[in-house]
C-alpha cells in the first residue's frame, strides 16, 4: 500500500482495504470454453448475461458453470482435440502396416486385453489420453478397471462436478464392494 502512496490508516487507505476484501475472491479474468455450448428452452438472454464475442456473429455467456448450474441450466462441453487425430493416424497405420481397417467404434468390441488393463490399474498411463491426471492415476488402483466400460465410467466422474458432489466416492465405495479383494481372495 505505500509502494501506492496509500497510508493504511488513512481514509483512502482504509477504502483502498475494504475495496481489495471485496474483490478477494472474483475471478482473476474471463475466459470462454472453445467447445462449450449451453441448452436452455428459451432465449439465453432472457435469462443470463450475454456479450459479444471477439468473433463475429458470436456470444458469450458472462456466467461460469457453477452459476448455469445453479439456475438450472445445462452446459454441454464439445472438444475437438488433436488427439482424435492420432487416434486417425494410428488406425491408417494400423491398416497400412497390418491391412486391418479399424473404426473407433471397433475399439469398444476388440477383446480386453488383461496386460493393458494390469497397467492401467497400476495407474501406468503418462501419455495415455483421458486417464493421465493426477485425479485420474489416482483413482485407477482402487476402481480397478476391467473392461472399455469401466474407463468411460471412471472418466466421466472424475469431473470436478462429479468429485465435489461426492458422486466419485459414491460410486468407487460401491464399485469396491461388488469386487472381492484381492487380499481377500488369499486368505
Known sequence: ??????????LKGQQFIELVNDITGFPR???????GFVIASGPLYELVPVENA???????????????????????DV???????AIRKCFQLVEKHYGRKLTIADITRLQD????????????????????????????????PTTYYDLVIQIAI???GPIQAIWCI???NAATA????PTRLRR
Open 113 to 144: 486385453d488383461p496386460n493393458v488393463y494390469g497397467m492401467i490399474q497400476r495407474a501406468d498411463t503418462v501419455g495415455v489420453f483421458q486417464i493421465e491426471s493426477r485425479a485420474q492415476m489416482s483413482m485407477l488402483p482402487r476402481l480397478k
Open 79 to 85: 472438444l475437438a482435440l488433436g488427439m482424435l487425430t
Open 1 to 10: 500500500m505505500v509502494e501506492l502512496g496509500l497510508k493504511p490508516d488513512s
Open 29 to 35: 479474468h474471463l475466459s470462454q470454453h472453445v467447445g
Open 158 to 160: 472424475v469431473r470436478p
Open 54 to 76: 471477439a468473433m463475429a456473429d458470436r456470444t458469450v455467456i458472462q456466467w461460469d458453470k457453477d452459476d448455469l448450474e445453479s439456475l438450472g441450466l445445462l452446459k454441454v
Open 170 to 172: 459414491r460410486f468407487l
Open 178 to 181: 461388488k469386487k472381492p479383494s
